[in-house]
Structure formats: structure tokens, C-alpha cells
Nanobody
């Protein structure tokens, strides 16, 4: 089992920045993928960014150049640095840890971009 705890959401003005954190604990395998998803009201959950245990990263086109995913293996924590935030980035952001054929989800953190 893997447990995930997210933090870092909040209210920010357009153009501002936030950093989300996702701390994993439990039985963490050497090979895994950590990802951030988001879900806006009335919309499906979408993949925002992912990072593999060997450092490969990928992003949805709408956040390329603005968001950066990273991880600290010593702390078993993944981060999502979000810059130049737009109102359309408003959503609940979820962290997912995938390993050994199983997915584990965090509880979600609200990000609201509004003036």
C-alpha cells in the first residue's frame, strides 16, 4: 500500500505561482510513475504532468512552459511548480502514484486562479 498526502493549493491571482507537493509513504517500489491530474467542475479528470522514477517527464500541451514537475526521491515527494497561472487552470489537483500495476490517489487540493 502507498499513501499520498497533497498540499500547496490555494487562491492565486492570474499570472501568479503555486507549488503543489505530494508526499508518498508506505511500500514504494523502485520503479514508479508519479503524476498530477486535475478536474474542473463539469469536466473530466485530465493528466497534467508525470514523472517516472528514472526522471522522464511529460506534460499536457496547455501547461508546457508554465508548469514543472519534479521529485525528491529521498523524501518520496513529487512537486508541481505552477507559474503564469491562468483562470482556466482552476481545478482540484490530484496526485497519483502508479507502481506494480496499481494506482494510488491523493485526496486532492483545490487551486483557484482568480482576481
Amino acid at each position: 500500500q502507498v499513501q499520498l498526502v497533497e498540499s500547496g493549493g490555494g487562491l492565486v491571482q492570474p499570472g501568479g505561482s503555486l507549488r503543489l507537493s505530494c508526499a508518498a509513504s508506505g511500500s514504494i517500489d523502485s520503479f514508479y510513475v508519479m503524476a498530477w491530474y486535475r478536474q474542473a467542475p463539469g469536466s473530466q479528470r485530465e493528466l497534467v504532468a508525470l514523472i517516472t522514477s528514472n526522471g522522464f517527464t511529460n506534460y499536457v500541451d496547455s501547461v508546457k512552459g508554465r508548469f514543472t514537475i519534479s521529485s525528491d526521491k529521498a523524501k518520496n515527494t513529487a512537486y508541481l511548480q505552477m507559474n503564469s497561472l491562468k483562470p482556466e487552470d482552476t481545478a482540484v489537483y490530484y496526485c497519483k502514484h502508479a507502481q506494480l500495476g496499481r494506482d494510488y490517489w491523493g485526496q486532492g487540493t483545490q487551486v483557484t486562479v482568480s482576481s
